[in-house]
């Protein structure tokens, strides 16, 4: 089986975004192949953490994964800090990764903007501890949306640069990026990519967001004055509605513009808040069971971690062995 590798930050509550980008495509994957999905706190700490929502919405990202439809016995989910193998290599691959790439990266550039003076270091590194998760399971394939693809070439550029200097050790990944929900944009600013870390939170919906918040952001989204639905870039608002109501409804942008001919805005958006709220209610009444369950949570995350320090270790090892550290025996 080909082995698929994916990963989401609990740096924040997730959005709407992160699903149709992510995780739904996940569970779409996962009988097809070997599956890690991983929750990348190492990564959510290159910004600030308070510790209690860190901790907090670790195991709310945990329980979303497996109430998304994610099976803890059929794939190994983790948490990244568990598997030390993981700091490790991204250590290593710093070595053989260039400044000059990691201040190229457009993730770092907005978001170190951001931080003005007092940009950490390891927001810098952030794409080579990536590049560590994906490379150490002989990944295959990385389903993740579109603002993930500039990582991912570099992770593939890393690997080959490793790999032409000692002989094969990698596993060149290709990247996964769904046509339909690559890239949801914010429901306010049409031209940004939906963000958990949006200042007006009625850009996002959030997978938690009660029904009725649903309905209200979905209603206050910004559309224009032409009153068709139509998917075009002239009409962005509506574009991204239509995207939204495609992905959940798993039909075609122009089956949806035919459907709406002569129909208003209004009912276009009570449908698209209806179809948000029937995908995601149910998964948010099983988060709020799973979250109770501290014990069947720990059972998950510590069997996955033992599998992939096991996995991860063979791969570390390989490595240091073709730099030229003396192995322990
Ligand atoms: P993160 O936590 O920012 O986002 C998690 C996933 O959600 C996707 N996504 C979106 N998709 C569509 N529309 C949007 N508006 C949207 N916003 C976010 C992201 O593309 C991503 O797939 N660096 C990664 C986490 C990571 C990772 C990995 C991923 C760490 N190690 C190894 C894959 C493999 C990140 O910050 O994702």
């Keep these: 089986k080909k082995v698929i590798f994916s990963g989401i930050q609990p740096s924040g509550d997730l959005t709407l975004g992160n699903y149709l980008g992510a995780i739904k495509n996940w569970v779409k994957l996962q009988d097809e192949y070997d599956c890690y999905f991983c929750v990348v706190d190492l990564h959510a700490i290159t910004v600030k953490q308070e510790p209690k929502d860190l ?3 670790t195991l709310e990202l945990l329980s979303i994964y497996i109430a998304s439809g994610i099976v803890p016995e059929k794939n190994t989910m983790f948490i990244q800090s568990h598997v030390p193998q993981h700091s490790e290599a991204a250590w290593l691959l710093n070595c053989f990764t260039y400044m000059g790439e990691l201040s190229r990266m457009t993730q770092f550039k907005d978001k170190s903007a951001k931080s003005g003076s007092s940009v950490a270091a390891g927001l810098l590194n952030y794409p080579v501890l990536m590049a560590a998760d994906i490379l150490l399971y002989g990944t295959d ?3 993740v949306g579109k603002d993930q693809k500039q990582h991912l070439e570099l992770t593939r550029d890393i690997a080959e640069r490793f790999n032409g200097i000692y002989s094969p050790t990698f596993t060149i990944p290709e990247p996964y990026i769904p046509e339909a929900g690559a890239k949801i944009m914010d429901l306010q600013e049409p031209s940004k990519k939906m963000s958990k870390s949006a200042d007006n939170p009625n850009g996002f919906i959030l997978i938690m967001d009660p029904p009725d918040v649903i309905k209200k952001k979905i209603n ?4 224009d004055s032409l009153g068709i639905v139509k998917y075009t870039d002239d009409q962005p608002g509506v574009k991204n509605l239509i995207n939204i109501l495609s992905v959940i409804k798993g039909i075609t942008p122009m089956e949806i513009e035919n459907y709406y001919q002569g129909k208003g805005y209004a009912e276009f958006k009570n449908d698209v808040a209806e179809a948000i709220i029937g995908e995601l209610s149910p998964i948010q009444e099983k988060v709020k069971e799973l979250i109770t369950n501290k014990e069947y949570l720990q059972s998950i995350y510590k069997s ?3 599998k992939a ?4 270790n063979k791969t570390l090892r390989k490595m240091k062995k073709k730099i030229g550290f003396i192995p322990e025996e």
């Design 309 to 312: 320090r096991y996995v991860a």
């Design 304 to 306: 996955g971690a033992e």
């Design 141 to 143: 394939l990385v389903p």
């Design 55 to 57: 901790r907090r919405r």
């Design 220 to 223: 206050r989204a910004v559309t």
